[in-house]
């Protein structure tokens, strides 16, 4: 039997063999993408679910990297306000990163505002009323519910 390694995420036959499990093309466009993510963490301080599962398809190690770039970057500007620290948070949640293990202070818990807490609750946070889970737009006052939803 042949031993043939195929790229996870297309399924194509990987040539050369690498430490990836991606092919060549998937790897360079999953770079792509991470760097993206970097961007918008840095400027706007968003980190969208949609985000954290690319993010998925990173190494542990790549992800506590990105943490500490992020944190020392918003450290060093000043911004490790509470959108940043929110953003710090969920990353450290979502792929159960450890400060101490970093080499990182631990960061505060911020609390959820009132529109994630409101969202959680099935409901719109400007008109209050009963929405589902899956509504891009509430459907009674037009508020964008989901923040990739352009
Ligand atoms: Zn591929
Ligand atoms: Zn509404």
Known sequence: M???ERCIE???IIKDKSHSPYCKECDEK???QFDNIEDNIL???E???????TLNKFEKEDIEDLYKRVYKKYKSDGKLDDDGLRVLNKLKESFKLEEGK????TIPVVKETREERLLKNNQCPKCEREI??????CPYCGYRLKKDFK
Not at 47 to 53: K, Q
């Open 2 to 4: 042949v031993d043939v």
């Open 10 to 12: 297309c399924g194509k």
């Open 30 to 32: 999953l770079d792509r």
């Open 43 to 45: 400027v706007y301080k």
């Open 47 to 53: 980190l969208l679910d949609s985000e954290i599962e």
């Open 102 to 105: 970093m080499g990182l202070p």
């Open 132 to 137: 589902q889970k899956d509504f891009n737009l």
